[in-house]
Structure formats: C-alpha cells, structure tokens
C-alpha cells in the first residue's frame, strides 16, 4: 500500500503582500493564530466548513514582524512575540464572541523576540531573545504579568527557539552558536542551569521536547535533528558503560582539585 493520500482543507490568506511568519493551533483545535511579516495577527475559526477569520487582523509589533505566536494550555490566552521587543498578551475570545483583547504588554529587550512559549500549567511565560536572554514571566493573572527574577544568561548569540518540558521543571532554549542551554525550573523564580549542549554546527533554530520528557530535539541549519537524553543518571550509566581505564586518584587530583577522590563508574 503507498503513503496515504493528503488534501487541502483551506489556504488562509496574509493581508495584502506579507508573508505568514508564524502560526499556532489553539488546545482543541477550534482556532488557529497567523503572525504576519507587517507585524500584526489574525486569529481563524476553523470549526467550520470553510474556516473564518475572527474579527479583524490586530498589530502585536510596532515595527517588523510577528516572530512567534502560543496558546496558553488552556485556550484562553495568545501570547505574541515581535521584533519590536515586546511579548504582548491576548485575551482568546469565547466561541460566539469576536472580542479579541490586549492584556498586557511586557517590554522584553527591545531586540526581536523570537519565541515564546508557555508551560504546561500555564502559569509560566518564557520568551527567547535577540539580545541572548530569555526571560521568565509569572501569568498566573495575565493582565499583571510579573517577571519571574533576572533573564537568564549565559548564550553569546541570539536566544532563537525555547520549549517547556511536558512537567513545566525544565526549559530549553536553542541558540544561533549551535548550542542548546537547558535550565531548570521546579522553582520558577530561582532557574539553575542543568547543561549547555554542544554538537550542531549551525544556528540551532528549533528545540522540542518528548511527551516523556526524556529527550529534547533541536533543529540546527547545518541540516541535522539532534536528539539528546535529558537524564543525567542515564547519561552517566552510558558512559560508564563504555569507559576505559578509571580515572587514577593523582588524576582526579589534577583534573578535579578539591573534590574527594572516588571510583568513577563504582
């Protein structure tokens, strides 16, 4: 039997001559949200026979374009990331309502916001930025959107992809030095850098996480998917599995100063 069969539903058109920058299906289905290149967006029905836009396109960037765009996980919320440096948050309408609602507007760096992403209990905003920062918000009440402590650093190139992990504990963000930074969040207002990952030779453009949780993807412009596991103690027994020699205590000693020798791999 060949490849089934696809055919197109519908072609939702961008104003004028822009282009479609991003897009994102709201939780159900019943929406989906089109960031355009002249810095507005429009939200579409699409539970119908032929899918409809709700209400009129709206600007969420002052200047250029749409870079990102989410739902929050419950529906209610749109989250807009623009190059004019600010996430601004949209209240999505009931069914039968057209009134879509500027909630908030957070003043992110004024560099391009290039991702935005919410966690899974909806309670977190993380926004990844030109400047190499991502920065956390608390939208427990979205139209007080409070910042969730400093940015967090340490990228030297643009903060370009992030993804929460299924359990909202870690994040991930991709980087245009081909490196992807993943920090953890059990306490969101006080994020510890778990790893920098090394590997892709290009601008790391797109990160993912697993339903599991246990393996983070990242799409790099040098024309790979990598995939890592995400558990330390996995890790570790990998390695440990095909070691060579043990590392001796006189080096330990050089390599690690300070810290008690022990058997590695014992």
Not at 113 to 132: M, N
Request: proline share 8%; charged share 10%; with cysteine.
């Amino acid at each position: 039997m060949g490849p089934a069969s696809r055919s197109l539903v519908a072609s939702l058109p961008a104003p004028g001559t822009t282009f479609v920058n991003a897009v994102a299906f709201a939780p159900g289905g019943r929406l989906v949200a089109a960031g355009y290149g002249n810095g507005t967006f429009q939200l579409w029905r699409t539970t119908g026979k032929v899918p409809a836009p709700l209400g009129p396109e709206l600007t969420a960037s002052s200047s250029g374009m749409i870079e990102s765009v989410s739902f929050s996980p419950d529906g209610k919320i749109l989250a807009t990331g623009g190059d004019d440096g600010t996430v601004r948050l949209w209240s999505v309408p009931a069914p039968g309502s057209n009134a879509v609602r500027l909630m908030a507007t957070e003043h992110d760096s004024g560099s391009y916001v290039f991702s935005v992403a919410f966690s899974s209990d909806g309670q977190t905003l993380a926004a990844a930025s030109a400047d190499g920062l991502t920065r956390l918000w608390s939208v427990r009440d979205p139209a007080r959107a409070a910042p969730l402590g400093p940015p967090l650093t340490g990228p030297a190139s643009y903060a370009y992809s992030v993804a929460f992990s299924p359990d909202g504990k870690t994040l991930a963000a991709g980087v245009t030095d081909g490196t992807v930074w993943l920090w953890n969040l059990a306490v969101p207002a006080h994020p510890s850098l778990v790893a920098t990952i090394t590997g892709p030779n290009g601008h790391v453009y797109s990160v993912a996480f697993s339903h599991s949780g246990q393996v983070v993807a990242a799409g790099s412009a040098d024309g790979t998917v990598r995939l890592w596991d995400t558990s330390a103690a996995r890790a570790a027994s990998a390695v440990c599995a095909n070691q060579g020699q043990p590392l001796s205590k006189s080096a330990w000693e050089t390599s690690v100063p300070g810290i008690t020798y022990r058997v590695p791999c014992s």
